[in-house]
């Protein structure tokens, strides 16, 4: 994809940019891992299969199948699944002349809007053949859905539900998934405050993506000033540096600050780099030696930009330092962050605790994604999360912490399941 394509494709600040019968009983709200004000979680299950090249793991192939699943929830419903997140179970391979079939069953976290009825059954229509991606969105774009970033990635707007769309069965696979509630039961969860706190530091790191332009003006480094200004504003003798950019270097901006604070009686440092690049997909060497060092000591780590269809989110993961041991929260603050991010922060926590002792990559990560398309609110949202960190006042829970943020966004938390800070 071309670098103009990933700016056009993620609809964050200024540019926002079929059913089966009613559920016997309501879901309770607020019950998974997955914590939303203004969402239910939920987990559709269901067996299906896949054709794709038998050089391609299969997983992969599954994964890229299911992203049509964002487009068939997006413009359905307005909601969204977590697809690179899916559980997958009972996968067997088959061949199938030059190609190769594979068999699944699935476990797909889902976010559904609380203003819709909750389904027990929900029609899932998926393309077939992986290798055949390109022929199929030339099908169907403008019978069953419109592509709005380019027809190589109309799985963003394939809706199975619009008029004369009747996708042939040799195209398709055709499965009901059944509706259920998140496995995993939880209400009432807190960030990790005391592990937050335990070396007496607050240490933040902040990736913010041009919107529109390099220039002042734009909604990147508007939230940047407001956001360094407002921290600053909550520290005693704050200091502030601006490093010059580099001609030759992808990172637009480099400031730090770092200050005094007084959290539960205790004078305390915090520390804060914000790093402005164009897209974070095409930062280079520059970007990863700031990112990766920050990384390191964050316990707060936000990124606010487009996410590039998925490119940026999967980099900002890829790219972070994840040390044995340390907590963090992650913010991503972009279009449909939610849907986009992959299993590589947690599969790096799971590398560094050890699958033993932290079997799903959750014992030290926590993250705040939006399921749909977002606006930009020059760095409120960021400022929520911190103000909570810092607060003299009793600690929130993740719901008392979201009830700060849009609901248009469809913001959930996931990943603390498995903390146990109270109080």
Known sequence: MTRFALRAATCLPLLLVACGEPAPEPIEENASEVTSQDGIPLELTFDAEVTTDPRTDARPAVVAQLQYVQGLLTTAVRGNAQVGMVSLDGMAERADGAKKVVTYKAALPVL???????????????????????????????????????????????????????????????????????????????????????????????????????????????????????????????????????????????STLSGDITVKGRLRKVNVDAILVYEVAGAGSDFDALYEKSTRDADLVVYSGHSGLGKNIEEIAKRATVEAGKYQLFYLNGCQTFGYLGRDLHDAKIAANGKDADPFGTRDLDIVANALPAYGDDGRTTMSLYGALVSQEQPKTYEAILRDFSRIHLVAVFGEDDNVYEP
């Not at 929900?122 to 053949?129: E, H, I, K, T």
């Not at 992986?130 to 099908?139: L, S």
Request: glycine share 6%; aromatic share 10%.
């Open 112 to 254: 559904w809007p609380k203003d819709r009825p909750v389904p027990a059954s929900y029609d899932l229509v998926l393309p077939r053949d992986t290798t055949g991606f390109a022929a199929f969105n030339a099908r169907y774009d403008g019978t069953c859905g419109r592509n709005e970033y380019g027809q190589e990635t109309f799985w963003h707007d394939w809706n199975p539900a619009s008029l004369g769309c009747a996708p042939a069965d040799e195209d398709v696979v055709r499965v009901t998934a059944r509706v259920l509630p998140h496995p995993k039961r939880t209400q009432g969860k807190y960030p990790e405050y005391d592990r937050v706190w335990s070396d007496d530091r607050l240490d933040v790191t902040i990736v913010l993506g041009i919107i529109a332009s390099n220039t002042p003006s734009d909604e990147s480094y508007r939230e940047l000033e407001a956001t360094l200004d407002a921290i600053g504003r909550t520290l005693q003798s704050p200091v502030r540096k601006d490093e010059p950019a580099v001609a030759s270097g992808t990172v637009l901006k480099y």
